[in-house]
C-alpha cells in the first residue's frame, strides 16, 4: 500500500528560484530516498538518506529527514528549466522494497 | 554505475494477446528485481518482487496468473502480461539492486508504455 504523501502536487515556479518539495510517511524506515522522473521515462535516483541522519547535500539538492514528524523535504537551490519533471519520495522499511510517494510535478519556467 | 536495461520501451498489442517486457542488468548481478506500474500523472505501484531461481513475490491484489514474472538468471527478469486488456495499458518499469549490497541501491529500467487497443 502507498504509504507516502507528499507536497505539493504540483509547483510551478521561475528559473533561478528555489523549489522545496516535502514527503511525510506512516511507518519506521530504514532510509528515505528521492528520485526523478522525467516525462515518460524511468527513475533517476538523486539522493539517500538513512534514518539516523538529518540533513544532506548534493548539489543544489538538499535533503532534510525528521523521523520524529516522520516527513522529509527535498530542496533544489537556484532551479533551472531541466529540472523540470516529477520528484518522488521513496521510503525502505525493509524487505527490499520501496514504497513510493504520491509526487511533485516541477515545472520551471523560463 | 549500475545499468538497468528495460525492453521494449513501447509496445502497442492487441486485446486478447500477450506481451513481455525485459529487464536486464547490464553490469551487475541481481538476484532480485522488482517490478513497478504506473499509470499517468500517478505514483509507482509495486506488482510483484522477483527472485533468482525462485517464485516471484506479489503484492496483494496483483494477479500472478495475470503477470507473469520469470527470473531464470542474475540478470535478466522478464514480465509477461497475458490475455492485455485496454484496462492493462500503463507504463511498467523495473528496478534491480546488486546482490550483496543491502537494500541501499536501487537502479531503474526506462520504462514500457503498454497500450492495449
Known amino acids: 500500500s502507498q504509504q507516502g504523501e507528499e507536497d505539493p502536487q504540483a509547483l510551478s515556479i521561475q528559473e533561478g528560484e528555489n523549489a522545496t518539495m516535502n514527503c511525510s510517511y506512516k511507518?519506521?524506515?530504514?532510509?528515505l530516498q528521492w528520485y526523478r522522473q522525467n516525462s515518460g521515462r524511468g527513475l533517476v535516483h538523486l539522493i539517500l538518506?538513512?534514518?539516523?541522519?538529518r540533513e544532506k547535500h548534493s548539489g543544489r539538492l538538499r535533503v532534510t529527514l525528521d523521523t520524529s514528524k516522520k516527513s522529509s523535504s527535498l530542496l533544489i537551490t537556484a532551479s533551472r528549466a531541466a529540472d523540470t519533471a516529477s520528484y518522488f519520495c521513496?521510503?525502505?522499511?525493509?524487505?527490499?522494497?520501496?514504497?513510493f510517494g504520491q509526487g511533485t510535478r516541477l515545472t520551471i519556467n523560463p | 554505475g549500475a545499468v538497468v536495461s528495460q525492453h521494449p520501451s513501447w509496445v502497442i498489442c492487441k486485446s486478447g494477446t500477450s506481451v513481455k517486457i525485459e529487464c536486464r542488468s547490464l553490469?551487475?548481478?541481481?538476484?532480485?528485481m522488482f517490478w513497478y506500474r504506473q499509470f499517468p500523472k500517478q505514483s509507482l505501484m509495486l506488482m510483484a518482487t522477483?527472485?533468482?531461481?525462485?517464485?516471484?513475490?506479489?503484492e496483494q491484489g496483483v494477479e500472478k496468473d495475470k503477470f507473469l514474472i520469470n527470473h531464470a538468471s542474475l540478470t535478466l527478469s522478464t514480465l509477461t502480461v497475458t490475455s492485455a486488456h485496454p484496462e492493462d495499458s500503463s507504463f511498467y518499469i523495473c528496478?534491480?539492486?546488486?546482490?550483496?549490497?543491502?537494500?541501499?541501491?536501487?537502479?531503474f529500467g526506462s520504462g514500457t508504455r503498454l497500450t492495449v487497443v
Open positions: 528496478s534491480a539492486s546488486p546482490s550483496g549490497q543491502g537494500t541501499f541501491s536501487y537502479t
Open positions: 511507518t519506521s524506515i530504514n532510509n
Open positions: 538518506i538513512r534514518s539516523n541522519e
Open positions: 521513496a521510503t525502505d522499511a525493509g524487505a527490499q522494497k520501496l514504497v
Open positions: 553490469d551487475f548481478q541481481a538476484t532480485t
Open positions: 522477483s527472485n533468482e531461481g525462485s517464485k516471484a513475490t506479489y
